[in-house]
């Protein structure tokens, strides 16, 4: 039986009230995941824009310069203070969570790396959950321990600004009262109630082992020890961040700390909202407004350095570390430390790769933005033209963009991305030094190129698509890291009163100018590669494809009848040099995903699943395998996959089989009723179908309509003529008319193995009963004929166990087969079948492990259904 003949048509839930159900559509509609943290970093520019809009950049490169060095070192050491703290929330919550499995000296490292590059690249695309996941996958954590470590973390920060807050709130220090507007009493209340919660959960877990768990997912929560540490790791880290903004802010800006640490925490929250690189723009505008210090160059300067400071020194510490560690692991003598150290920089290669290449074209914007130096200017008037330094400035602005997008396909591991990036940073040496005599922005290319070129390797992928290809996440990003550069430039002429005639001024001291043509051209690009990425969107390859001879006689000489959904024509194939075994696939235009496992010879079958592997890896896209048996699990967990099972498939034995028995009186009376009323059963062989095809199209039509679906695909076979013509059918007609009312193709395994179906349909007009009696027909045809088995097809989510200490995946799994009644009837489907009394087997997905597996399975309904759309109808 297919899931065409089963689902039927269930009850909706109550709606929710309009309100709340408006509410949820808008902050989950996609544009208002573009519309606002792009509208949040506006409105913060703008701000920032009023708020400085009496400051000149040679004022703020003036306070920097006099900033004493007594400073810079406070600075620095207050930094390794939030770092060294940040390390100990993942040393911490290894302990908790995964306990053994990930030594101290290993977890702290992966956690200081992992935020020195995620505070970098900020919080949309690559934030320090993902970094961190990518780490503790590679070294062996599940993704219910890796979602406990980063979720531990997160407690661990709540519990730290909690007690903070609880403290400054219960105690009144001088100041606090500005940014938070209670009286005394109501404020003290507030504090009091949040350290009490504190300690009442620093209580809880001193009682015993507790577990954090929500419809029978969770982990387990830190003991009351380890729940002390990880909030005094926290209070590290959020004192840490905040005196080193601190120290570097003038010593006249009378404010006092608790004042302070409130608007630095309120700047970086709006920061993650902002999605901005490390809320660029958006954590600026809210210290100096939060603080008062409108029009004071001696802030900007230290925002300034506190970005150097804390984001970028950090950042290139890792990428050193990074750098180091994949040299001496690539040694071919490499001791047991360097192969950790290494199998921990990996996962992060294409990320810190990914961040320096965004760095250098952030320093190509941000130069072509500012005003040039004006000796160097005056040493290239006396060499160059004109022409060639305009034309240069347009080129390094421009390559400046590219480098920013051409990031993302650094981060995908593509071969292209990286040839073109290290080509770009060559324009963008040449550019530097022609439009502006730039040695420190050339020398900065120079190492770019050096530090690409060590990690070749890394980069070995070959897609299809377009390596400039935005997705929405990078979109926004983009758009709001442009967008500080752009205020940038507006606060560096901020002197000059705008003109049309700017557009057109061609000089040697017409820095604005050309920082107005630079801006244009940099938004129109983006504009055009937004609007290409939108309409080359990737979709599932639906084409059809022709039916190798191979493979059409590989599969009718298959024991298993599954191999013969492979001649619907919507799949690819990978066939064996001799010929041997073939392995059908789709292409979704992010995974390959086979359907089912390889037919034919087994070793040869094994090779084919290595080149699908290979294929995928090397296009840049995930690898699965849908609905595989335990045959192949040893070849693909070599592959490094993870095994789900995702239901059961149903086999019922056709040896004596007949319809006495209870279990089976419903299609024993069909068959019965059937004959009184004069309805005959007959098999057409294929070399006889021709005829018959319009009258099966008529029928199949009808169907169809009174379904209101369209055909399906991928595992489920469609009416196409070419596909049916290589099938005998079962038909059920009409005695006085002989008219056939019902048919389905069988599928018939080799030397009479097993017998199946695909398609099953009927005449909605005709009589009720007359599926079960085609059913109930076919399979005592089957065992006059002598068919072994019969398979009734899998029952999804079946035989899963739903327990405390099962997988992640399992848990799942069985929470929707237990729950999900009102979508699916998996429950009454496995009763249908289990009426046969079939032998049941395990039906499973091989597929990357963690969070790829419920994208898998959505492209997978995409390729069966069309995706909620077609699932739904």
Not at 226 to 249: E, F, H, K, R, S
Request: proline fraction near 4%.
């Amino acid at each position: 039986m297919t899931a065409e003949q089963d689902t039927a048509d269930t009850d909706q839930n109550q709606a929710p009230s309009a309100p709340a159900e408006f509410l949820t559509k808008l902050l989950h509609h996609p544009l208002t995941k573009i519309v606002l943290p792009i509208l949040v970093t506006g409105i913060a520019l703008f701000a920032l824009h009023d708020l400085s809009a009496r400051v000149s950049w040679s004022d703020v490169k003036s306070d920097i310069s006099e900033t004493p060095w007594r400073v810079f070192f406070a600075a620095i050491g207050w930094t390794a203070v939030s770092y060294f703290s940040l390390s100990f929330y993942d040393i911490f919550a290894v302990r908790s969570v995964a306990d053994g499995k990930v030594p101290s000296h290993i977890a702290g490292m992966a956690g200081a790396s992992g935020y020195a590059v995620s505070n970098f690249l900020g919080f949309s695309y690559v934030t320090g959950t993902a970094v961190r996941y990518r780490i503790y996958a590679s070294l062996g954590l599940d993704l219910e321990r890796v979602a406990g470590v980063i979720a531990t973390s997160w407690v661990a920060f709540w519990m730290g600004l909690t007690l903070i807050f609880g403290g400054l709130m219960t105690l009144h220090p001088q100041g606090l009262s500005t940014v938070i507007p209670l009286n005394n009493t109501s404020e003290t209340l507030i504090g009091a109630v949040l350290l009490c919660g504190l300690l009442s959960l620093f209580a809880w877990l001193a009682l015993g082992a507790r577990r954090l768990a929500v419809a029978g997912f969770g982990f387990d929560l830190p003991s009351f020890r380890l729940a002390l540490l990880l909030t005094l790791a926290a209070i590290g880290d959020l004192l840490g961040v905040t005196m080193t903004l601190y120290v570097l802010m003038p010593a006249d800006l009378a404010v006092g700390f608790p004042f302070f640490f409130t608007i630095v925490i309120a700047a970086i929250a709006l920061g993650v909202l902002s999605h901005a690189p490390g809320g660029l723009g958006v954590f600026e505008a809210t210290v100096i407004a939060g603080l008062g210090a409108a029009g004071r160059s001696d802030v900007l300067a230290a925002l300034v350095l506190y970005r150097l400071i804390y984001t970028l020194m950090p950042f290139a510490i890792a990428c050193c570390g990074i750098a180091l560690v994949w040299t001496i692991a690539r040694r071919r003598a490499v001791g047991s430390a360097a192969t950790v150290a290494y199998r921990i920089v990996k996962p992060i290669v294409p990320i810190a790769a990914a961040a320096v290449t965004m760095f250098a074209g952030i320093i190509l914007l941000v130069s072509g933005t500012l005003p040039a130096d004006n000796e160097s200017m005056r040493i290239l008037r006396a060499v160059l033209p004109l022409s060639l330094v305009e034309a240069s400035h347009l080129i390094g602005s421009i390559t400046g963009l590219l480098l920013i997008l051409i990031s993302r396909g650094l981060y995908r591991k593509l071969y292209r991305a990286w040839v073109v990036a290290m080509i770009l940073m060559g324009v963008g040496f040449v550019a530097s030094l022609s439009k502006g005599l730039d040695v420190r922005e050339a020398v900065s290319m120079v190492l770019t190129i050096g530090f690409l070129g060590l990690f070749r390797g890394a980069f070995y992928r070959v897609a299809g698509a377009s390596i400039f290809r935005l997705n929405v996440p990078w979109f926004v990003s983009i758009v709001a890291l442009l967008a500080a550069v752009f205020w940038l430039g507006l606060f560096a002429y901020s002197h000059v009163e705008y003109q049309s005639d700017l557009w057109w001024d061609f000089a040697w001291n017409a820095d604005a100018s050309r920082f107005l043509r630079s801006s244009l051209v940099v938004a129109l690009i983006l504009a055009a590669i937004a609007l290409n990425s939108l309409l080359s969107q990737r979709m599932p390859d639906q084409r059809s494809f022709e039916v190798p001879q191979v493979v059409h006689d590989l599969a009718m000489d298959s024991e298993d009848t599954e191999a013969l959904i492979c001649l619907t024509g919507d799949k690819q194939f990978l066939i064996a040099e001799d010929e041997s075994a073939f392995l059908a696939y789709a292409d979704t235009g992010a995974s390959l995903i086979s359907k089912g496992e390889p037919v034919g010879d087994e070793e040869a079958g094994k090779q084919l699943i290595w080149q699908l592997r290979e294929k995928a890896d090397k296009e840049g896209k995930r690898c699965a395998f849908y609905s595989v048996s335990p045959r192949y699990l040893p070849t693909f967990l070599d592959l490094g996959l993870s095994i789900l099972k995702i239901g059961e498939v149903a086999r019922a034995d056709l040896t004596g089989f007949t319809l006495d028995g209870k279990p089976k009186k419903g299609f024993r009376q069909a068959r019965n009723r059937a004959e009184r009323e004069g309805y005959v059963f007959e098999v057409i062989a294929k070399e006889d179908l021709a005829p018959a095809l319009p009258e099966l199209k008529a029928v199949s039509d009808l169907w169809l309509a009174n379904k209101q679906g369209e055909e399906k695909g991928f595992s489920l076979g469609g009416f196409s003529e070419a596909y049916l013509m290589n099938f005998d059918h079962a038909v059920l007609r009409d005695g006085e008319s002989g008219k056939i009312v019902a048919f389905a193709n069988l599928f018939q395994g080799a030397g009479k193995s097993e017998l199946s179906l695909d398609l099953m349909r009927y005449d909605p007009d005709s009589a009720s009963f007359i599926m079960d009696a085609l059913f109930a027909e076919m399979m005592l045809w089957g065992a006059a004929q002598g068919f072994h088995w019969f398979s009734l097809g899998a029952a999804p989510f079946s035989g899963i166990e739903n327990r405390q200490l099962a997988s992640l995946w399992n848990r799942i799994g069985g929470f929707v087969y237990e729950h999900g009644e009102q979508f699916y009837h998996f429950e009454g489907l496995r009763t249908f079948k289990q009426k046969f009394d079939p032998v049941w087997s395990p039906n499973y997905l091989a597929s990357p492990g963690g969070l790829a597996a419920p994208r898998i399975l959505y492209e997978i309904n995409v390729l069966v259904s069309g995706g909620l759309r077609g699932l739904s109808k």
